[in-house]
């Protein structure tokens, strides 16, 4: 119990302070076992950042995929706006010797947008200057989900709570088509960000999880604007319906 609860914590002590024109998203991993299952999510990160995502098996082997994020933060040294929209499709697939094992691949594309007002107060006259800088983007990416329902738990008041574990490996290529800073074009930058991101599921009950998610962002461009400033640190819930039952 002790170490979950740790878990949970590390999202408030690791969380970044960078700044970027891309904030991601946490991963959808929707976790399909068969046709007809339906998943949807919502997490928030300690920065405020809300991420929404749905999915849907429209075959045996075949998944659709929508997620959304959003962000707006009001600071004393900095205003920070951000919203992403994207959608996928790919392959699933269970496997192991009691199919508890599931591997997804995904690819997608999508949009966003970026304000950020970096604030400054003149310690003499307080007379306070601002610097503005606007940015929209479009997002391609493919992601690697693998998640293990092998049989563990979680004794927690008197209760057992299953546990799954999983990794996302997504991989993300952002393109600006319009940079502004305080309404003067500037210039338009793209990149390349690997994200590996770690999760784990605590289940409710059979429809709902509890999810914590963990990761990084490594950028393979050296930018100034589109940066890896920010890490993926989250706690949200999943409902699952539809899915096919763990063989005993």
């Known amino acids: 119990m002790k170490q979950f609860a ?8 690791l969380a970044g302070c960078g700044t970027s024109a891309y904030m991601p998203n946490v991963p959808n991993v929707p976790m399909f076992t068969k046709k007809g299952e339906l998943s949807a999510g919502g997490h928030v990160t300690p920065k405020g950042n809300i991420t929404f995502n749905t999915a849907y098996a429209v075959s045996d082997h075949f998944g659709v995929l929508l997620n959304g994020s959003m962000l ?13 929209l994207e959608a996928a ?37 307080g007379v306070m200057t601002y610097e ?46 319009d940079y502004a800073v305080n309404n003067v074009p500037g210039e338009l930058e793209d990149n390349i960000f690997l994200e590996p991101i770690f999760y784990t599921r605590l289940t409710l009950n059979p429809s709902v999880q509890l999810q914590y998610t963990s990761g990084t962002t490594i950028g393979l461009k050296n930018r100034d604007t589109l940066t890896a400033a920010y890490s993926v640190f989250a706690v949200g819930f999943v409902i699952n319906v539809g899915g096919r039952e763990k063989k005993n």
């Open 6 to 13: 740790l878990l949970l914590a590390l999202p408030l002590v």
């Open 72 to 84: 707006s933060s009001e600071r004393r040294k900095r205003d920070l706006r951000h919203n992403l």
């Open 89 to 125: 499709g790919g392959y699933f697939t269970t496997f192991g010797p009691e199919d508890n094992r599931i591997l997804e691949i995904y690819a997608g594309f999508g949009g966003g947008s970026s304000e950020r007002t970096e604030k400054e107060e003149n310690k003499e006259t």
């Open 132 to 177: 503005r800088y606007d940015a929209n983007f479009s997002k391609y990416f493919l992601q690697v989900n693998f998640t293990s329902k092998r049989k563990k738990s979680l004794r927690l008041l008197n209760r057992e709570f299953p546990l799954n574990y999983g990794t996302a490996l997504r991989a993300s290529y952002l393109n600006m088509h």
